[in-house]
């Protein structure tokens, strides 16, 4: 591995979390026009912290010496249900924890110790993301959708 891959493995992390920022982001507004206000909140939470991952890897491909891109990776979806959109963020957020992981251990290989400990604290975090979105389907399966809707509904009218 030489730097060169490790500036492409983080100008890839930078688009992921920008599509992941952006994800949330539309979650957030959709879950607002379903009622959801407290689960539309918790995206919002993820967003930022989305937004702070982004920034990490701007800031590390600057130290790099690269010229960074902002460009997503892929396009928002807009999720039809509860369960779709955990599911497909469960998806995005399983492949981000592969690919940091991977993206350490090529860093490790290049000698960059400040960007493998970067990919690797990022993916500990998307496990976390990870573990939240597992919860979320089960309780949804458990409970069933009007229980686990009245629990996420702002109280706000």
């Known amino acids: 591995m030489t730097q060169n891959d490790t ?26 026009e379903w009622g959801m206000g407290k689960l539309a909140t918790k995206m919002r939470e993820e967003l930022q912290e989305e937004l702070g991952h982004s920034e990490e890897f701007l800031v590390r491909l600057l130290f790099l010496n690269a010229e960074p891109s902002l ?21 995005d957020e399983k492949e981000a924890v592969d690919f940091y992981t991977t993206a350490s251990m090529q860093a490790g290989e290049a000698r960059d110790i400040g960007t ?10 998307e496990e976390g993301h990870v573990g939240w979105l597992e919860l979320q389907l089960d309780l949804l399966e458990r409970m069933g959708e009007p229980a686990y809707i009245a629990q996420h509904m702002s109280t706000d009218a």
């Open 116 to 125: 493998r400990q970067l990919f690797e604290r990022i993916a500990i975090d």
């Open 7 to 32: 500036i492409q493995n983080l100008q890839r992390a930078l688009s992921m979390e920008l599509t992941a920022m952006h994800q949330y982001q539309l979650h957030a507004c959709v879950l607002d």
């Open 71 to 91: 460009n997503l990776e892929k396009t928002p979806v807009r999720a039809t249900t509860l369960k779709q959109m955990f599911e497909t963020d469960l998806a």
